[in-house]
């Protein structure tokens, strides 16, 4: 069996064992008080996402109502933003009936300033293929749940159970043609990002 | 202190005004040099070429050359790291480890050991920095552009001292030249494309003079600079430091 | 697919470098590359710090893969997945063959993963009636070019927009002359989103697998690697068996190095966490080893198997750069694949180590600190001693070492001769010699140091 048969060659060529590195040190270096809205701005709209810092729902439905024409199919994953699809009431749907979400919107509750990256759990995606088939996709944080970098961040995932997360820091990009960057390539043309103060 | 000069072959054998440069200056900055006569070649080009099992007589040979001595210094990052990094001998090991500790790269010898702060030397040109490979990232004479360190630089601190010279910027500060030892030859469409384009490189930043603290590079560019029929011309750090009693 | 065959890297590079303009175009273009990521290296203070970090974590890993891999099984069953173990290329491929028959597919999608580069899955899939499409753009480009990826994170380098264009021309209907990335970009987008909706199966290589845990981390710029996955029945999973790391917060340091040091970029734009499959879906995951347990069991060599692939070191290497990623005639380029290659086929790859100057600056730039100058240094003595270097090589390499063994021997050059150099290729001044090809010899000076210094002793007694 093969199985057997690698792990007894890995057992058997493997070396003394080398101990894991303290990350204590690092999680402390990055650690940081200074406020994290900008840094986090700053590198999420280099990175091709829209940040916006929004008071409440109201004013991102403002904005939304602004890019996105009544009609297109807008799927929600937040409870209060009543006009659109409730993702909760169609997660027993197929995945590919979703192909022509023009916009998904959700919620993370875990962002990082050093390279503008949100968390998402399958729980907060409702279906896991919505951030990803959706032509665009919007994702409301607090600034309260911004990180400065990516230590502290799995430090607050921690060990927590989900089915499957994703770090999404943009809207879905290529440089594979002469190292042009196009926005748009498999998955949403643009992230726009809702910091709630 | 007694120190002996280690000249490698190719210098010996093609750019003695380099190594004589570097007995003057080592000589003018009060050190007490000797040239052990006997002395060939570290071996390099063989174990480079992956032939390092037939470097056992060379070794032996520079053992017995340079045994005794308080330092050994050399006109070549590239020979020095050889030596630093690969003398070896089953029968004299101590006097192996010994010189691997004692062998140093001239610009580093000034500047570590000598710990020069001024230099009587003029040389009003404009010169191009050639940061050989095993100079640099070998025996980390310069910071090396890849790594986030603060930034120095043993034979730029050197040159500072030189009387109207002026180190040109280059686009890429420390980018291999492409000679490679026996790479050079095996290699030669890459080898060549990577000289050029070093060249290239100081040309087009206006350098009179392309210097760097290993020859084995600037040969390598000087052929390509010939080729070209280019003004441009080589020359070893040493010969620039040592630019004063000769013009 | 491949239509390289056994030529050796100086032979390949020479082509690829009859064409100067093109040389200069694709270097220029890896430079950028490496100084996007200098630049993003240099945001980070404790960047060597991180380096440092991730060297250790996978030193540990190494030296403790076999019980890795079985906590790492054990929690991926447990969250359910099911884990295959493969020997080697061959039974990689069976067991997705086998998979896919099983299932009465014919058809799956593709995501990045060079292992299946170097199982050579495509080709065997294809044998067997099953069509893959590769769904990264750049992997899409050379698919339909007939050619492999010439760079582990840059598919397509090589290739120039106009180029792209003819194929899409050719094979995606694009409008003849059509060069703009935009609409390249788009146009693939609208064929492959055809492609994700109606594939059963979904392939993707793995990024990190976490022994803790039981899931595996894929990360993507495009969202291709979700797009085939979320919408397949059966999502398939190649990993080689390095590919563990012991705990998830160690993504923490991974994923803040991967992308600056492939890009420059601070992250990917997907870094997705695959755990359990969906509701009514499956997950396979097939553990390769194919040759890297022998790699292991190499002390001077099994540094290599940290590599997270972020592709740096092709960037920053002059070989590399001026050569291009076929030229090293092997699945994994650069001075990365010339330390991996010799391990699976010493003979075939036995010019690979000698593709470099040594320069060192792969080393630097390697994120997990791999030294790989070293290891192709150490590499040359190893195929030497093995009996795959030319023998005149080795003839004139015995006759260089016995020259300047000898302090007699090595004097007795005299000035036109310089007979310690007759062993030296670029001290013949002819046009066979390669040196002469583009470079002048250097001159012989009237005298050697040796002969100069015995004159001034002379003089000063």
Redesign the interface.
């Known amino acids: 069996m093969s199985r057997d048969k690698i792990l007894a060659a890995v057992k058997s060529n493997q070396f003394n064992r080398a101990e894991l590195p303290d990350l204590e040190i690092l999680n402390t270096l990055t650690a940081t008080n200074e406020p994290l809205i900008q840094q986090y701005t700053a590198i999420a709209s280099a990175g091709g996402s829209f940040v916006y810092e929004v008071p409440d729902l109201e004013a991102i439905k403002t904005i939304l109502h602004k890019e996105f024409k009544p009609g297109v199919k807008i799927i929600s994953g937040i409870q209060g933003l009543d006009d659109y699809t409730f993702a909760g009431d169609v997660t027993h749907e197929l995945s590919h009936s979703f192909a022509d979400v023009e916009l998904t919107i959700l919620q993370s509750n875990l962002g990082v300033a050093e390279n503008g990256a949100l968390w998402l759990t399958e729980t907060q995606m409702n279906v896991r293929v919505l951030p990803f088939i959706s032509q665009h996709l919007a994702v409301i944080i607090s600034k309260d749940d911004l990180v400065p970098t990516m230590s502290q961040a799995y430090a607050k995932i921690g060990n927590a159970d989900y089915g499957y997360g994703a770090f999404i820091s943009g809207p879905s990009k290529t440089a594979d043609i002469e190292q042009s960057l196009v926005i748009g390539a498999h998955g949403p043309r643009s992230l726009s990002v809702f910091i709630l103060t | 202190m007694k120190v002996a000069l280690f ?1 490698p ?9 380099a ?2 440069a570097t ?1 003057e200056l080592l000589e003018k900055l009060g050190v007490e040099v000797h ?1 052990p ?5 570290c ?1 390099q ?11 056992t ?2 070794n ?2 520079f053992i017995d050359n340079f045994s005794g001595y308080d330092y050994i210094v050399c006109p070549s990052g590239s020979c020095t790291l050889h030596i630093k990094e690969h003398l070896h001998s089953p029968e004299k090991e101590d006097q192996a480890v010994s010189i691997r500790k004692k062998v140093y790269e001239l610009t580093e010898f000034l500047i570590d050991i000598l710990k020069v702060d001024h230099l009587q030397a003029r040389f009003p040109y404009k010169v191009g920095l050639h940061q050989s ?2 100079g ?3 025996l980390r004479i310069s910071q ?6 603060p930034a120095f630089s043993k034979p730029a601190q050197l040159l500072d001292m030189v009387q109207g010279l002026e180190l040109v910027p280059l686009g ?1 500060q ?3 030249c ?20 070093r060249v290239d490189d100081h040309i087009e930043h206006g350098a009179q003079y392309i210097t760097s603290a290993d020859l084995s590079c600037l ?2 560019m ?3 600079l ?2 070209q029929n280019s003004n441009v011309k080589v020359i070893h750090v040493a010969e620039i430091l040592n630019h004063h009693s000769h013009e | 697919m491949s239509n390289i065959t056994e030529k050796s890297h100086a032979e390949l590079a020479a082509a690829f470098n009859k064409d100067e303009p093109r040389v200069d175009w694709h270097d220029e273009t890896l430079w950028w590359v490496r100084a996007k990521r200098d630049i993003a290296a240099h945001k980070i203070p404790e960047w060597e710090l991180l380096r440092e970090t991730a060297s250790q974590i996978k030193n540990n890993v190494l030296s403790n893969l076999s019980g890795y891999l079985e906590q790492f099984e054990a929690n991926a069953i447990k969250n359910g997945i099911t884990v295959h173990w493969a020997a080697d290329a061959a039974e990689h491929n069976k067991i997705i063959h086998t998979l896919l028959n099983e299932r009465g597919i014919n058809r799956m999608v593709k995501s990045k993963s060079m292992l299946t580069e170097e199982c050579h899955l495509n080709e065997y899939l294809k044998e067997h009636g099953v069509d893959v499409i590769d769904s990264d753009l750049g992997e899409r480009i050379v698919q339909l070019a007939g050619e492999p990826p010439s760079h582990i994170v840059l598919p397509c380098i090589h290739k120039k927009k106009e180029e792209i264009g003819d194929i899409f021309h050719e094979h995606l209907g694009s409008a003849k002359g059509e060069s703009d990335p935009k609409i390249l970009t788009e146009t693939a987008r609208q064929h492959l989103r055809e492609v994700f909706l109606t594939r059963r199966a979904a392939l993707t290589g793995v990024n990190f697998a976490i022994a803790e845990t039981g899931e595996i981390v894929i990360c993507t710029n495009e969202g291709n690697a979700d797009m085939g996955a979320h919408l397949a029945e059966i999502h398939i999973a190649s990993m080689g068996i390095e590919k563990i790391i012991p705990e998830r917060k160690h993504l923490g340091v991974f994923l803040r190095l991967l992308t600056r040091s492939a890009t420059g970029q601070p992250i990917t734009t997907y870094s997705s966490h695959f755990k359990k499959p969906q509701q009514g879906k499956e997950i396979h995951i097939v553990i390769v080893d194919n040759g890297r347990s022998i790699q292991l069991g190499r002390e001077d060599f099994r540094n290599s198997l940290k590599c997270i692939r972020c592709g740096a070191c092709m960037n920053t290497c002059p070989v590399y750069r001026k050569s291009g990623g076929h030229s090293y005639h092997t699945a994994i380029a650069g001075p990365i694949g010339s330390i991996l290659a010799p391990n699976l086929d010493m003979k075939k790859y036995a010019d690979l180590p000698f593709a470099s100057t040594l320069c060192g600056s792969c080393s630097n730039v390697c994120p997990v600190k791999i030294d790989i100058h070293d290891q192709l240094y150490k590499w040359r003595q190893v195929i030497v001693k093995e009996g795959y270097s030319p023998t005149a090589k080795t003839i004139a390499m015995k006759a260089m070492a016995f020259t300047l063994s000898s302090p007699a021997l090595y004097r007795s050059g005299g000035k036109v001769a310089r007979l310690a150099f007759k062993y030296a290729p670029f001290a013949v001044n002819n046009q066979l010699n390669p040196w002469y090809k583009h470079r002048e010899m250097p001159k012989a000076p009237e005298q050697s140091f040796g002969e100069w210094y015995s004159k001034r002793k002379e003089g000063q007694q």
């Open positions: 000249v072959c190719y210098v010996d054998q093609f750019y003695p005004k190594a004589i007995l040239y006569k006997n002395q060939t070649c071996g080009p063989m174990a480079n070429s992956g032939y390092e099992h037939l470097t007589g060379c032996n040979l490979c095993h640099l990232r070998g090396m552009s890849e790594l986030v360190a890429r420390d980018d291999c492409g000679f490679g030892g026996t790479f050079c030859v095996a290699e030669e469409a890459v080898s060549s494309k990577m000289g050029k384009d040969m390598h000087e052929g390509i010939r080729r």
